[in-house]
């Protein structure tokens, strides 16, 4: 199976702040890579799919980039309610694996 | 828009099945792949396996020995049975629409194994 590794495992923010954290794949997965957001007691959301890709009504301030093996997760101005714990997810290999995420506080 | 449920039984005894139902509503149940994903308590999340709307599955090979994975068409559900379950086997349950790609999901239902 192919491993994904995030860092760091948390964070603690203000709002407002510029907020980045890393997805590292144990093998090449050709972009085929997705975050998700997850809310406490909540089913996890798609936020961005193929590494970079906005999912609709996903709000602008969401973005990834990466390529690879290795790839990032930005939230360019945290607001609260982006308080959760976020997670990459590789489909490019069977089967589909994901990281141990990323919990982001204010 | 799609929305997905899940519905089963919340406990299930050690060494028997559970088993699980997810209703699609709203959208398109044809020409889609369904998985089942899940997460154990303050844990991170498993995907267990998915089904095409023909019946074409595809299971995470550490379950593959325990997993069925269902489909009916007439009544636009999809159902996941895990044989043998354990303690390791509680979690939330969420089924998911997608084979790789999850893009829509249930809110999930959790499954409890204890005697």
């Known amino acids: 199976d192919i491993q994904m590794t995030q860092s760091p495992s948390s964070l603690s923010a203000s709002v407002g702040d510029r907020v980045t954290f890393t997805c590292q794949a144990s093998?090449?997965?050709?972009?085929?890579l997705n975050w998700f957001q997850q809310k406490p007691g909540k089913a996890p959301k798609l936020l961005i799919y193929?590494?970079?890709n906005l999912e609709t009504g996903v709000p602008s301030r969401f973005s990834g980039s990466g390529s690879g093996t290795d790839f990032t997760f930005t939230i360019s101005s945290l607001q609260p309610e982006d308080i959760a714990a976020y997670y990459c997810?590789?489909?490019?290999?069977?089967?589909?694996?994901f990281g141990q995420g990323t919990q982001v506080d204010i | 828009q799609v929305q997905l449920q899940e519905s089963g039984p919340g406990l299930v005894k050690p060494s028997e099945t559970l088993s699980l139902t997810c209703t699609v509503s709203?959208?398109?149940?044809?020409?889609?792949?369904w998985s089942w994903i899940r997460q154990p308590p303050g844990k991170g999340l498993e995907w267990i396996g998915y089904?095409?709307?023909?019946?074409?599955?595809n299971y995470n090979p550490s379950l593959k020995s325990r997993v069925t994975i269902s489909v009916d068409t007439s009544k636009n559900q999809f159902s996941l049975k895990l044989s043998s379950v354990t303690a390791a086997d509680t979690a939330v349950y969420y089924c998911?629409?997608?084979?790789?790609?999850?893009?829509?999901w249930g809110k999930g239902t959790t499954v409890t194994v204890s005697s």
């Open positions: 998911a629409r997608g084979g790789g790609l999850l893009d829509v």
């Open positions: 709203g959208g398109s149940f044809s020409s889609s792949y």
């Open positions: 089904i095409f709307y023909s019946g074409i599955t």
């Open positions: 093998q090449d997965i050709n972009n085929y």
């Open positions: 193929d590494a970079s």
């Open positions: 997810q590789q489909y490019d290999d069977f089967p589909p694996t």
